[in-house]
């Protein structure tokens, strides 16, 4: 259905839309953050119906800033988590097509919220739904077999929860255990990544718990911010000290 500037189902008003865009200015703003983007795969991820442009009479592509956002939404969960449209389509929809999924990395910086938390805008105070998969959507995100999920599983590598879905963060874990697999690294060889991943997010919850329990949604999300920036430097602190210690093995 070909619409026109002046509305349309999904999009809302050209008022509540701000200005239009083009594809080519839709394709400058967003080669900032991802300079692979092409046209051709902003008209496939159309296509697919992860976003839905206006049209012109003339039958030219017309994107409202939330359509922007959106599509920047999608190519950071295809970048950050390795997940498939199908997946991300079906979040965005049981999300009402607005909402980012926790740990998507949109709106302000988790550096600026932990150090200001006034900065959290009111309606992003409460986290939003976790985007939660089935097994088989895992098997097809991380292109892992049955047999190599439960021998993660039984290393404790990759958990499900008690109705038996996992959260994005094991399509992420699914897929860095299959590289280091094709060097020979097998999920037994990496229980003690693991164990120290937990006594990190045991020090960093023990910093946020007292925030988290907090009556006021602000101090709540700073909380959440917190943690992402604790985890963030945690990752950069491991990552440093193996390669110093790498460095140190061949001095």
Avoid: C
């Amino acid at each position: 259905m070909v619409r026109t500037p002046s509305g349309g189902a999904g999009n809302g008003t050209a008022a509540s839309a701000g200005r239009l865009m083009s594809i080519g200015a839709v394709l400058g703003q967003l080669r900032d953050e991802f300079p692979e983007v092409t046209i051709s795969k902003i008209r496939f991820l159309e296509a697919e119906g992860l976003v839905d442009p206006r049209r012109t009479p003339s039958g030219y592509r017309k994107f409202s800033e939330p359509d922007v956002a959106r599509l920047a939404q999608v190519l950071r969960m295809q970048r950050d988590h390795y997940l498939p449209l199908k997946v991300i389509k079906e979040h965005l929809e049981a999300a009402g097509g607005d909402e980012p999924p926790a740990g998507s990395g949109t709106g302000p910086s988790a550096g600026t919220l932990a150090a200001d938390p006034a900065a959290v805008p009111r309606e992003s105070a409460e986290p939003g739904p976790p985007l939660l998969l089935r097994r088989a959507e895992l098997l097809d995100a991380t292109g892992a077999e049955e047999a190599e999920l439960a021998q993660w599983e039984s290393y404790g590598l990759v958990e499900a929860d008690d109705e038996g879905r996992y959260d994005v963060g094991a399509v992420t874990v699914g897929a860095l255990l299959r590289e280091l697999g094709a060097f020979g690294l097998e999920p037994r060889h990496l229980r003690a990544v693991k164990a120290a991943a937990d006594r990190e997010a045991g020090l960093v919850e023990q910093v946020v718990a007292p925030l988290r329990l907090h009556r006021n949604p602000q101090t709540r999300a700073h909380a959440e911010a917190t943690a992402r920036r604790l985890a963030d430097l945690s990752v950069r602190l491991h990552e440093a000290l193996v390669h110093s210690a790498l460095r140190s093995r061949h001095a």
